[in-house]
């Protein structure tokens, strides 16, 4: 029974462990996004575009896709602690 206790305790700390390292990988692309020197120094904003507009909405900064993959990494965690607890 001790041994089974022990497993199951691991194998939660691994998930966690796994889920924060992911999260971490995932929000640190983000950090090294400048694609000039400039951007960096001055804080260029990316999108931005000379004369007038083509029609096209303007470049919020917000990266939908990162958002969706961290929000799926942490909906997968939790149901894998959820899983992990139950048993």
Sequence with gaps: MRQRTMTRMLRTI??????????ML?????????TTPA??????VKGEQAGGG??????????LLALTAVGGVLVAGGVGLRTAARR
């Design 26 to 34: 995932l929000s640190a692309a983000t950090a090294f996004a400048d």
């Design 39 to 44: 951007d960096g120094q001055y804080g260029g």
């Design 14 to 23: 691994g998930l966690v462990v796994v889920s924060v390292v992911a999260a």
């Design 54 to 63: 083509g029609g096209s909405l303007p470049f919020t900064g917000l990266d």
